[in-house]
C-alpha cells in the first residue's frame, strides 16, 4: 500500500488540510474534526481502496483504515497543517451529545496505548505469579509491578495532556494540574489526615481528603474550568508581565479550585458511579455485560464504545475491579474473531478468506474493526452472528459475575487480567466465556454467511467464480467519451494508476461531452462539476473522473446536465466541458473509467481496442 498516496486521497476528499481542525487517531481509523462535514466526499473516501469505512458520528468523522492507520496519519501530519488548524474557534453547532462523545473520545484515543501496555504489563505478571515462575515478594516482581501500576498511577497527568488539547489550552500547565494532586505531599497529608481526624485547608478553604491516582473525572473538569481561567488570565496580565504572570494566575486559581471544589466533586461523582454499578451487579449482574457483548459492534461504528472506557477504569478505580464493561467488550471483541473465522472457513473466494482470516485473529487478540469493517459489516449476516455469539458470552461473564482487573484491549492476549480474587475461578469463567462468545459467533456464522459467488473447478482444475444461476453473469459498461482508449497504467496519477481507486480504464477525449455509460442512478455529481459518481442498474459503481488535478477548476469550463439523484440510460448527456479552454490552462484531459466497487466482481475486462465512439461497449464485468 502507498501510504503516501492514501494520505493524499483521504486529505484531499476531506476538504483538504484547511477544512480539518483537528486530527486523531486509535488503532485502526483516523478521527477527524472537520470544519463543514458537508465539503467531505464520503462515498469517494469510502470506495479509495485502503479503506474499509466512513463514520461520521459522535461529532467526528471516521474514515477506517485497520491496522496500517499509523502509517497513513503520519504521511497526512508531513503534507499537512493540521495542528496548527486545531487552535481555531470556530463556533461549535454540534449537538450536546455530539460534543460529549467528541469529548471523551479525543481525550482516551491518545492514551490508549499506555494503558494497553500497563495492562498487558499486568497479565504478563499475573501469568508468571500464577505459574509460580517468580514470587510477590522478589524484587522483579515488586519493580515489574510498580512499571505496569505507573501508567494507571499517574494517569490523571496523561489525561491531563490529551485533555488540554482538547480543550485547547496549555499542556503543560494542565499536567501540572495533575502533579498537584498526585503529589507525594499532598498524598501524605491526606493519609495523616485521615489517620489523626485532622482536616486541611488553603487559605481557609477546606480540601476533602480524597486520592486521585487512577482518577479521571476530576482532573477532566480540571482542565476544563482551567481553559476558562487561561484566557482571563491573558486578558488581564499587563503585557510586560505577561510571560510571568498569565502561567501565575491560571496555576494557582486552576490549583486551588481543583482541590477545593471540582478535585471533590469529582471523586464524589465518580464514587456514586462506582456504588451505583456494584448495586446493579447485586441485583442483575447478567444484564450490562449481554448487552455489551450484542452492541458493543454497534458503538464501535459510531465510535462511542470510548465513552464506555473511563467508566471501566472508574470501576477498578473504586472496587478493584471491573464486572460490566471490559467483560462485556470481551465477549464482543471475540466473537467479532469468530464470525470472521467463519467466513473465513465457509467463504470459497480467496481473497475473503484471507482478508476473513487475518482479521479475525486480530479481532480474538483485542482489535476488531478489521473484522467489523472488512467483513462483518460487509457482509451484514456475519455481524449478526458476531452479535449473537458476543450476547452470549456476555451473559455467561455477567452471570458468574466474571471481574477484570487490570484492563487491556479486551481479547484472548488479556485473558490474564482476570487473574485475580481468592482462586483462579474467575480466570477460568473469563476463559470460558471467551470461548463461548467464539464458538457461538462461529456456528452462527457458519449458519448464516453464503457467497454471493462460489467458486467451482472447471476441467483444468482452474478455480472461476459462478452464480449458481446462471453459470456467469456479465455486465457491460459502454463508453462515456469519444476517444483514444489508454490502460490506467498510462494515467499520469498515481491513485488511477495503481488501481487503488478500482479497474478500468482511460480515455483521451476527443470531443468535449461525457455520456452515461449504464443504465442507472446518478449517486454523486462533484460541486466541480470534474467527477461523477453512478451506480448501474446491475449494481457496478462507477466513477468518471474528467482530467487531471481539473478540480483546482472549481467547475469553470463544465457544464453539468444532470443531479445527484437522478435516474439515466446509456447515451444520455452527463457532463459537457470545454476541451480548449481546459487545455489552455494546462490541465490533462485523460479520463480515467473506474469500477469503484471492484472488490465486488471475479474480474473487470476492458476491451481491447485502441479507439471508442461513446455509447460503444468498453467494459466487461464478470
Same mark, same amino acid.
Given at each position: 500500500?502507498?501510504y503516501e498516496?492514501?494520505?493524499k ?6 476538504g483538504g488540510?484547511?477544512?480539518?481542525s483537528?486530527l486523531?487517531h ?7 474534526n472537520l470544519?463543514d462535514v458537508s ?15 466512513v ?6 468523522? &471516521? ?16 503534507i ?21 462523545i467528541?469529548?471523551i473520545?479525543?481525550?482516551?484515543t ?5 494503558i ?6 499486568k497479565?504478563?505478571?499475573?501469568l508468571?505469579?500464577?505459574f509460580?515462575?517468580i514470587s510477590?515478594d ?28 482538547k480543550?485547547k489550552?496549555?499542556?503543560y500547565?494542565a ?12 498524598v ?19 480540601i ?10 476530576p ?7 482551567m481553559?476558562y481561567v ?9 503585557k ?17 479550585v ?7 466533586i469529582?471523586y464524589i ?6 456504588l ?5 451487579e ?5 444484564l450490562?455485560p ?10 464501535v ?10 467508566? /471501566?477504569?472508574?470501576n477498578r478505580?473504586?472496587? /478493584? ?9 470481551l465477549?464482543s ?19 475473503i478468506? &484471507?482478508?476473513?482470516s487475518?482479521?479475525?485473529i ?7 474493526e ?11 449476516t456475519?455481524?449478526?452472528?458476531s ?5 452470549a458470552g456476555?451473559l ?6 466474571v ?8 481479547g484472548?492476549?488479556?485473558?490474564p487480567s482476570?487473574i485475580?480474587g481468592?482462586?483462579?475461578?474467575n ?8 470461548v463461548?462468545s467464539?464458538v ?11 457467497d454471493?459467488?462460489e ?9 472461476v467464480a459462478?452464480?449458481?444461476a446462471?453459470?456467469?453473469n ?5 463508453s ?10 498510462e ?18 477525449p ?6 452515461s455509460?449504464?443504465n442507472g ?10 467527477a ?25 469550463y463544465?457544464?453539468a ?7 439515466v440510460?446509456v ?11 481546459i487545455?489552455?490552462? /494546462?490541465?490533462e484531459l485523460v479520463?480515467p473509467?473506474?469500477?469503484?466497487n471492484t ?5 473487470i ?5 485502441k479507439?471508442?465512439n ?9
Open positions: 500500500m502507498n498516496n492514501l494520505a486521497e483521504i486529505l484531499k476528499n476531506v488540510q484547511e477544512n480539518v483537528n486523531t486509535c488503532a485502526t481509523r483516523l478521527r477527524f470544519k465539503k467531505a466526499n464520503t462515498e469517494t473516501i469510502k470506495k479509495t481502496k485502503g479503506v474499509m469505512g463514520v461520521d458520528k459522535g461529532g467526528q468523522y &471516521q474514515v477506517i483504515i485497520g491496522n496500517d492507520v499509523n502509517h497513513v496519519y503520519k504521511e497526512i501530519m508531513k499537512a497543517n493540521i495542528e496548527g488548524n486545531s487552535e481555531s474557534k470556530e463556533v461549535d453547532d454540534r449537538k450536546t451529545v455530539a460534543k460529549v467528541d469529548t473520545t479525543g481525550i482516551f491518545p492514551i490508549l496505548p499506555a494497553t501496555a500497563a495492562g498487558m504489563m497479565a504478563v505478571l499475573a508468571l505469579t500464577a509460580k515462575l510477590t522478589s524484587q522483579s516482581y515488586q519493580i515489574f509491578n510498580f512499571m505496569a501500576d505507573a501508567a494507571f498511577y499517574f494517569l490523571p497527568i496523561f489525561l491531563a495532556n490529551s485533555a488540554a488539547k480543550f489550552c496549555n499542556p500547565l499536567m501540572m494540574l495533575g502533579g498537584i494532586l498526585l503529589h507525594p505531599t499532598f501524605t497529608m491526606v493519609n495523616t489526615a485521615k489517620e489523626t481526624g485532622e482536616s486541611l485547608a488553603i487559605f481557609g478553604l477546606p476533602t481528603l480524597a486520592s486521585y491516582s487512577s482518577s479521571v473525572l482532573i477532566i473538569l480540571g482542565v476544563w474550568f481553559s487561561e484566557p482571563i488570565a491573558d486578558k488581564i496580565s499587563p510586560a508581565i505577561k510571560f510571568f504572570t498569565k502561567p501565575l494566575i491560571t496555576a494557582v486559581v486552576s490549583g486551588i481543583i482541590l477545593v471544589v471540582i478535585g471533590p469529582g461523582v465518580s464514587d456514586k458511579v462506582g451505583g454499578i456494584k448495586t446493579l447485586s441485583y442483575a449482574s447478567w450490562v449481554t448487552l455489551l457483548g450484542g452492541l458493543t459492534p454497534l458503538l461504528m459510531t465510535g462511542t464504545h470510548y465513552g464506555l472506557i473511563p467508566i /471501566g477504569i472508574n478505580m473504586t472496587m /478493584g475491579y471491573d464486572t460490566i464493561i471490559y467483560p462485556g467488550m465477549a471483541n471475540v466473537s467479532q474473531g469468530g464470525a470472521a473465522l467463519a467466513v473465513a472457513i465457509k467463504s470459497k473466494n480467496k481473497e478468506k &484471507q482478508l476473513a487475518s482479521a479475525g486480530t479481532a480474538v487478540c483485542g482489535i476488531t478489521p473484522a467489523l469493517y472488512g467483513v462483518n459489516l460487509r457482509f451484514k456475519p455481524l449478526y452472528a452479535m449473537i455469539g458476543g450476547a456476555g455467561f461473564l455477567g452471570l458468574f459475575r471481574s477484570n482487573y487490570s484492563g487491556g484491549s479486551p484472548f492476549l488479556t485473558l482476570y485475580g481468592e482462586s483462579m475461578m480466570f477460568v469463567y473469563a476463559c470460558i466465556g471467551a463461548i467464539v457461538v459467533a462461529f456456528v452462527a456464522g457458519l449458519i448464516l454467511y453464503k454471493k459467488v467458486a467451482i473447478e472447471d476441467e483444468n482444475s482452474e478455480e459462478v452464480d449458481k446462471p453459470l456467469m456479465k455486465i457491460t459498461i459502454a462515456p467519451l469519444k476517444g483514444e482508449v489508454l490502460p490506467l497504467t494515467v499520469k496519477d498515481e491513485t488511477f494508476a495503481s488501481e487503488m481507486m478500482g479497474k478500468g480504464i482511460a480515455i483521451n476527443t470531443e468535449g461531452k461525457v455520456v455509460p449504464i442512478t446518478v449517486q454523486m455529481i462533484f460541486k466541480t462539476k470534474h461523477i459518481g453512478l451506480k448501474s442498474e446491475d449494481g457496478a459503481e462507477i466513477l468518471i473522473h474528467i482530467g487531471m488535478d481539473t478540480v483546482q477548476l472549481d467547475g469553470k463544465f457544464t446536465h444532470v443531479k445527484d439523484g437522478d435516474k440510460k447515451g444520455d448527456t452527463l457532463v459537457e466541458f470545454d476541451m480548449d479552454a487545455k489552455k490552462e /494546462g490541465y479520463t473509467v473506474i469500477i469503484t472488490m465486488d466482481y471475479l474480474e475486462v476492458p476491451k481491447e481496442i479507439s471508442v461513446a455509447g460503444e461497449d468498453i467494459i466487461t464485468i464478470l
